[in-house]
T-cell receptor, first 108, second 111 residues
Framework: EDQVTQSPEALRLQEGESSSLNCSYT??????LFWYRQDPGKGPEFLFT???AGEEKEKERLKATLTKKESFLHITAPKPEDSATYLC?????????FGTGTSLTVIP | DSGVTQTPKHLITATGQRVTLRCSPR?????VYWYQQSLDQGLQFLIQ???????AKGNILERFSAQQFPDLHSELNLSSLELGDSALYFC??????????FGPGTRLTVL
């Protein structure tokens, strides 16, 4: 069965302390992996799309990478405003499967 | 602002009632997706429409139905509401192949 798993469930970082979030997937025939940021009570905000192993995308303090089985979202020198839940998603057939997310808290 | 609009923002109703949630996609997007997000649960895909036709169905209950109109806006109808239907309901739009852009959501509270 297609599955998307994110780890850790929650992450607390000091401001400036870099780390990585993981998204592993078992979808066959990957047609893209998507990263979103979601603030409490808001709709997910699109961050990145990755299509092939080895691909990398960057946006400010975020960098997303993709391998054949997982994706990483690297956060470099995070700031408190980076606090949010980060979701990854993969399409399978005509559906999108979302992970349950990593809740990131950046402490000043 | 993603360009996707949803109304209403909040909805409070009683068990057994029926409600309609509305979504207007981004200009040019033909696909509309509906998701449910409950407390402590991830986004659950409900249904997708593409240019007025149902394209994919996820974990949508029989009490729920949706449609997409000729002007491409979509409505999600929830009937015989139960306490467990309380959740955030999101609409997303896209070209049907790639990135989905999410609306701000409708928070439904069933009392």
């Amino acid at each position: 069965e297609d599955q998307v798993t994110q780890s850790p469930e929650a992450l607390r970082l000091q401001e400036g302390e870099s780390s990585s979030l993981n998204c592993s997937y078992t979808v066959s025939g990957l047609r893209g992996l998507f990263w979103y940021r979601q603030d409490p009570g808001k709709g997910p905000e699109f961050l990145f799309t990755l299509y092939s192993a080895g691909e990398e995308k960057e946006k400010e303090r975020l960098k997303a990478t993709l391998t054949k089985k997982e994706s990483f979202l690297h956060i470099t020198a995070p700031k408190p405003e980076d606090s949010a839940t980060y979701l990854c998603a993969v399409p399978s057939g005509n559906q999108f499967y979302f992970g349950t997310g990593t809740s990131l808290t950046v402490i000043p | 602002d993603s360009g996707v609009t949803q109304t209403p923002k909040h909805l409070i109703t009683a068990t057994g009632q029926r409600v309609t949630l509305r979504c207007s996609p981004r200009s040019g997007d033909l696909s509309v997706y509906w998701y449910q997000q409950s407390l402590d649960q991830g986004l659950q895909f409900l249904i997708q429409y593409y240019n007025g036709e149902e394209r994919a169905k996820g974990n949508i209950l029989e009490r729920f139905s949706a449609q997409q109109f000729p002007d491409l806006h979509s409505e999600l109808n929830l009937s015989s509401l139960e306490l467990g239907d309380s959740a955030l309901y999101f609409c997303a739009s896209g070209d049907g192949l790639n990135t989905q852009y999410f609306g701000p959501g409708t928070r439904l509270t069933v009392l």
